[in-house]
């Protein structure tokens, strides 16, 4: 590990939690039902696009930090984009309102459409 990778992965990093953010904003202002849908998009969307890039560039998982791409972009951008912390959050949220049902739809949903959406990149970029 050299500066140069501590940087990318901080650049990328801000740029994906900022946009993180304004994605999460622009949501909120639109939607206001019980499903957490601001994470829930930017969750699903990031695996999309990691599932994506990954088999297009053919990143070799076992050595995921030293490029460029793996730096700046995988856990860079897109592990500040993505926010599994927040997904947790969003369940206990909703397990303290009584909505125990939901919180647990909401996690398996995350968890099975995000699978689904890395898969789907991952085929598409084939």
Do not use: C
């Amino acid at each position: 590990m050299v500066a140069v990778d501590i940087l990318l992965v901080g650049f990328g990093g801000g740029i994906g939690s900022l946009l993180r953010w304004w994605i999460g904003r622009l949501v909120g202002e639109r939607y206001h039902g019980k499903f957490p849908l601001s994470t829930f998009i930017i969750n699903i969307s990031g695996a999309f696009v990691i599932g994506f890039l990954s088999r297009y560039f053919a990143i070799d998982w076992d050595d995921r930090y030293g490029a460029f791409l793996q730096s700046a972009i995988l856990t860079g951008l897109l592990g500040g984009y993505t926010t599994f912390s927040s997904m947790q959050l969003d369940a206990l949220k909703l397990t303290q309102t009584r909505q125990k049902l939901l919180a647990l739809f909401y996690l398996l949903l995350s968890v099975l459409v995000g699978l689904a959406a890395a898969f789907t990149g991952a085929w598409l970029a084939n």
